[in-house]
């Protein structure tokens, strides 16, 4: 072929030490580029400027979070359960039996507000490859999404084109949606929230690591061709030197493809049950430049990459497009030489494009070359570990303690509380998201136990994969997030999102393993932002360890703002739970007639951040909830110790809207009534505060006593309240609304919003 | 005597198909898998063709699959008389191939729509069905974007008179098919193809709040160990 003039060698690098190169475009500070020439000992070529500006992003490098997310590690409770923590792609934990699960948490934010469909579709992309290249069958997907209100015109824009790209994606690719949020605040306008959350089950010794060991074994890369996708910067390169104005008006959001995704899925699993897979990464974010660098940084430590023979859809593209490409749906393995025959035979027969680009090497360098010329030769630790790290300044924000200051408590209070539950459960956050979720495959697969409305997902494990019959477990999946409550105080918010992520996979019977995040904030540059993020990873932290639940791996997004304003900081936590007798998960709501409706747990005026506050009054001030984490580990051992006792026959947590919505909602899940009397002396507050570490439970009257029992060994407050039966709910001397009402009211909101 | 074999075809982005197994194993028959590539029917004595995205439903829903080399048998086979079921995905190929009549459509809410449904039974005279009876209410769950039934007029007439309309949809019309159509039969009766998914309400732990699916594997396994 022709000499590339055009193409930045690492020998023209070293002769042209003064050429001008657009760092700043690429969003590198002056002193992380010298810091790169520092490293290398002269200017870094164009590629290599691709590679070490994408890595040391804050999105690949997490370099204003870092020196708080280290809590995770330092105050981790002791558990038995984790087998991979934080730093590979997800974490996996023991669930017993010989098996393992692993789960993880990721935004896809930005994208899914600049292209809806494609934005939220590849997000659910995205986290499944994550699942898959830690040796695991995605067996589950969920979805915690926010939006701006839901009667702004934006809000109509966005959340039909979200739902709609996981809908796509998610059903294409045969995984159950089994639960996740929705929720409508106007302080996501113009930076909704698409949090995906992933679950897979792999055999407890088959975990995969993102590795490439052995000098001489061979990488590959397969999946997708390699387009001009997703490539947000290196338009920018490539146009510095070519001055072709076609090139920078290239998307830069990708576009997903869920069939080549499923076929990858199927391919995977038969390479991993061949044994023919020594490490393995899935391409993400950084593409290329992220799995070569990754991936050598933690093997052997070198490896030579023939960027030319990577199998491209756009024959135009220029190397430093190639690295920052972010293509959808590709993986890259090291595999021994011996296999390699079978590994391309696996590929072929799933009709999955496999290429081998390079080889591992104990060099200690990464090294690319194209046609022949050398042009990345890097030390791969230094972009993939060794990235900057900020201690960004942080303060409360101005108006902090004015906030805390305005309590919810000179608020007018209703005087019909019939029409304030009706008011309620049909406000967007707390009415029926089925217009959501019907889009949502949930039952593919035939393991979904429970899925949404219920508080969380169930899924039976015995068979989800091959060899697992003989084992009776199952596993349990929640997220939950309270952007209001964070907002009154973020060290609280966290941790009452975990609480009710805890909670809510507590009341299927599931005992609570472990934890996944994903931390929506503004922007990092602001110091007031920085303190919501500071406290809020201080308070999950510190949540986690009191709840022996470690956090395994998330995620961080932030720039979640417009202009100077950010969203609520919003941290959404997962929560991963494991039940021994699958069979004994305990349903959400009433399932039966004539049985005791119990509420557990201490009721006060808690209104600070609640959804009457903010449905009644538009109002957002005072404190949230008062956090009592060993409340919440005792109310979670009387619920998992009476399902497994097979003492309860409904239960459901207590949350937004407190007592009068759990009713509501624990009636509608069967269209089963109730009589109950309150026990405190104010209705109000007895139907509507959203005291933390409470749960409506039923169970029959004959096994009340026992029941009672177990609550007072643990010390949790157990309330009689009434009984389950008829067609209406009745709060006797309240309310007294039929179900038909309730159901009307619920169900129709969503529907009339958006069509 | 060995268990009746019911093969469970495999396209590239099928995804029932485990789902469909289970079913069948779960009645006393014997899933054999059969792969689309493979031009074998492996001497099954019935085939289910699950639901999904065969061949990410590019072009037209199903219209890659009916050439597939595995339908290059199954196809005649089909024709001889060998009991074929099609969910879903496996209704719109069968209606590709013309094995059936008329037409799977979007949905007229444009939507997909995952929902437990209503469904009325209306011909029992179908080894698929044999253990309904006619005019049972029953319900399984739907999940699908393009169901929408459609036939012209005169085929519409002709499947109605003939009988060939195994399943109604009641409660309310999910995707807006043709007389509330969710599932036909051939003339013959062999060939039976449905939107709704039976293989996901057999169990009481998982799936849909109903086992009314039980009652097509039942009927066919029955059926074949009596013939």
């Known amino acids: 072929m022709n000499p590339d003039v ?37 200017r870094p070529t164009s590629s290599e400027l691709a590679i070490y500006s994408v890595m040391w992003s804050e999105h690949c490098s997490y370099k204003s979070s870092k020196v708080h997310l280290r809590q995770f590690g330092t105050k981790a409770p002791q558990s038995d359960a984790l087998l991979v923590g934080m730093g590979e792609n997800a974490g996996v934990v023991d669930i017993g039996d010989g098996w393992a699960a692993t789960f993880k948490i990721e935004s896809h934010n930005h994208p899914s507000y600049v292209e809806p469909h494609q934005g939220a579709a590849t997000g659910v992309g995205g986290i499944v490859r994550d699942i898959m290249s830690m040796g695991a069958r995605p067996i589950a997907v969920m979805d915690a999404l926010r939006f701006g209100g839901a009667d702004q015109a934006d809000t109509r824009r966005v959340l039909p084109g979200v739902v709609e790209g996981i809908s796509h994606y998610g059903n294409c690719l045969g995984l159950p949606n089994i639960g996740g949020e ?22 407890k010794d088959q975990i995969k690591l993102a590795i490439a060991p052995g000098a001489g074994n061979k990488v590959v890369l397969f999946g997708a061709l390699t387009g001009p996708d997703g490539i947000g910067g290196a338009s920018v390169l490539a146009s510095a030197t070519f001055e072709d104005e076609s090139q920078a008006k290239r ?3 990708q576009v997903g493809d869920p069939f080549m995704e499923k076929l990858l899925i199927e391919c995977c699993l038969e390479l991993y049950q061949a044994d023919v897979v020594v490490g393995i990464q899935d391409l993400g974010a950084a593409g290329v430049s992220c799995a070569t660098t990754e991936l050598a940084a933690k093997g052997t430590g070198g490896m030579d990459v023939r960027l030319d023979l990577v199998p491209l859809r756009d024959p135009s593209l220029r190397p430093e497009e190639i690295l920052m490409s972010e293509s959808q749906e590709r993986m890259m393995a090291v595999v021994a030489p011996d296999d390699i025959d079978a590994f391309m035979a696996i590929c072929a027969k799933w009709d999955i494009p496999a290429t081998v680009i390079g080889e591992v090497t ?10 022949g010329e050398t042009i990345v030769d890097i030390p791969p630790g230094t972009a993939a570990d060794e990235g900057p790290v900020y201690e960004r300044p942080f303060h409360e924000p101005a108006g902090q303690a004015a906030l805390n200051a305005s309590s919810p408590a000179d608020l007018p209070r209703p005087e019909d509380l019939r029409a304030a539950l009706l008011q309620l459960l049909g406000s967007p956050n707390l009415a029926s998201k089925e217009w959501v979720t019907s889009q949502y495959d949930r039952y593919v697969r035939g393991n979904t136990v429970l899925a949404q409305p219920a508080d969380a997902g169930v899924l039976r494990i015995s068979e989800a994969m091959p060899g697992a019959e003989e084992t009776t477990r199952g596993i349990a999946l929640a997220t939950d997030g309270n952007g209001r409550y ?17 909670r809510n996979v507590a009341v299927t019977g599931a005992v609570p393993l472990a934890v996944t995040n994903c931390l929506n904030f503004g922007s990092p540059e602001d110091p007031e932002v920085m303190w919501q993020f500071s406290e809020a990873v201080r308070g999950l932290a510190d949540a986690c360890k009191t709840l022996g639940v470690p956090v395994t791996g998330g995620n961080v997004s932030f720039y979640n703002q417009t202009g100077s304003t950010p969203i609520h900081p919003t941290p959404v936590v997962g929560v991963l739970g494991v039940i021994e007798d699958v069979a004994k998960r305990v349903r959400s709501g009433f399932t039966g007639t004539g049985e005791k409706v119990v509420l557990l747990g201490e009721t006060s005026a808690e209104f600070g951040g609640s959804e009457w506050a903010h449905v009644a009054h538009g109002h957002l001030g005072g404190l949230p909830p008062e956090v009592d984490l060993e409340a919440e580990r005792a109310l979670g051992r009387v619920l998992t110790e009476a399902a497994a006792q097979g003492l309860l026959t409904g239960s459901h947590d207590l949350s937004d809207g407190g007592l009068a919505i759990a009713l509501a909602e624990a009636c509608l899940a069967q269209g089963i009534g109730c009589t109950v009397s309150l026990t405190g ?43 389950t039966g008829g067609a209406s709910l009745v709060v006797e001397g ?12 619920h169900t129709g909101t969503l529907p009339a919003i958006f069509g | 005597m060995s268990a009746a074999r019911v093969g469970v075809v495999t396209f590239p982005g099928t995804l029932d198909d485990q789902d469909a197994a289970r079913a069948v194993r779960h009645a006393g028959g014997e899933a054999v898998p059969l792969w689309h590539a493979d031009p074998d029917l492996k001497g099954v004595d019935a085939v289910f063709l699950p639901g999904g995205f065969s061949y990410g439903d590019y072009l037209r829903c199903g219209a890659i699959s009916r050439f597939a080399p595995l339908m290059e048998e199954l196809i005649p086979a089909a024709r001889a008389g060998l009991p074929v079921l099609g969910t879903c995905n496996g209704f719109q190929i069968l209606c590709e191939a013309h094995l059936l009549p008329g037409a799977l459509m979007r949905n007229a809410g444009l939507h997909y729509v995952c929902r437990d449904q209503g469904i009325r039974v209306e011909n029992t005279a179908t080894p698929w069905t044999s253990d309904f009876t006619e005019g049972q209410e029953i319900v399984l769950p739907v999940k699908h974007g393009e169901g929408r039934y459609v036939a012209d007029p005169a085929t519409l007439a002709a499947i109605e008179a003939g009988g060939q309309v195994v399943f109604r949809y009641t409660g309310g019309n999910p995707n807006g098919s043709l007389n509330d159509i969710a599932g036909i039969r051939n003339e013959a009766g062999n060939i039976v193809g449905l939107m709704p998914h039976p293989e996901h309400a057999v169990e009481d732990l998982t799936g849909a709040p109903s086992t009314d699916g039980r009652a097509f594997f039942t009927s066919i396994l029955k059926k074949l160990v009596n013939t």
């Open chain 1, 6 to 42: 055009n193409l930045d060698t690492v020998k023209r690098a070293a002769d042209t030490p003064d050429e001008r190169q657009p760092y700043a475009e690429l969003g590198m500070k002056r002193d992380e580029y010298d810091r790169v020439k520092e490293i290398l000992g002269r």
């Open chain 1, 182 to 203: 929705v929720v409508f605040d106007p302080c996501y306008i113009g930076n909704p929230l698409v949090n995906a959350l992933c679950v897979g089950l792999l055999r």
């Open chain 1, 251 to 253: 998307p830069s959001v």
């Open chain 1, 362 to 371: 104990d060099s200690g360098r990464l090294v690319m070359t194209w046609h």
């Open chain 1, 486 to 502: 964070a907002r009154l105080d973020p060290y609280a918010g966290a941790q009452l999102a975990l609480a009710e992520a805890y």
């Open chain 1, 681 to 723: 002396d104010d209705a109000f507050v007895d139907l509507f505060s959203e005291s933390a570490s409470r749960a409506l439970v039923t169970v029959r009257p004959e096994s009340f006593e026992a029941f009672a029992e177990l609550c007072a060994a643990h010390e949790v407050p157990c309330y009689g309240l009434g009984t």
């Open chain 1, 734 to 745: 309240v309310l007294d609304i039929p179900v038909a009402e309730l159901r009307e009211t």
